[in-house]
Nanobody, 122 residues
Framework: VQLQASGGGLVQPGGSLRLSCAAS????????LNWYRQAPGKQREMIAS???????SYLGSVKGRFTISRDSAKNTGYLQMNSLNSGDTAVYYC?????????????????WGQGTQVTVSS
């Protein structure tokens, strides 16, 4: 599965962006969609997760401001980001965990998108 992340850009403090993560490359069973970010000089951190049961979890610093979702018909995941501040400036990555049905067994995979830059600045 290939992932194409998009939607990043420059936004003023208090503004909003919606990131998208489009999956292509075959039929698979979805297990989880995760969004990570990596700020300059810092480690990559997971900020939001959406599981196959529809459960959502968020890093404390984005909870209440960010919303993760998925459109299964479009094979696309989203991250709606509101009330952005300078601390949200980072490269954002999407990650999908899934499996392929190989008949007699399932083949698990974990794919990453290429990253999209989000800059929050006035």
């Amino acid at each position: 599965v290939q992932l194409q992340a998009s939607g990043g850009g420059l936004v003023q403090p208090g503004g909003s962006l919606r990131l998208s993560c489009a999956a292509s490359g075959g039929i698979f069973t979805f297990h989880a969609l995760n969004w990570y970010r990596q700020a300059p000089g810092k480690q990559r951190e997971m900020i939001a997760s959406f599981d196959e049961g529809g459960g959502r979890s968020y890093l404390g610093s984005v909870k209440g401001r960010f919303t993760i979702s998925r459109d299964s018909a479009k094979n696309t995941g989203y991250l709606q980001m509101n009330s952005l501040n300078s601390g949200d400036t980072a490269v954002y990555y999407c990650n999908v965990v899934g499996s392929y049905d190989r008949g007699t067994y399932s083949q698990d995979f974990r794919s990453w998108g290429q990253g999209t830059q989000v800059t929050v600045s006035s």
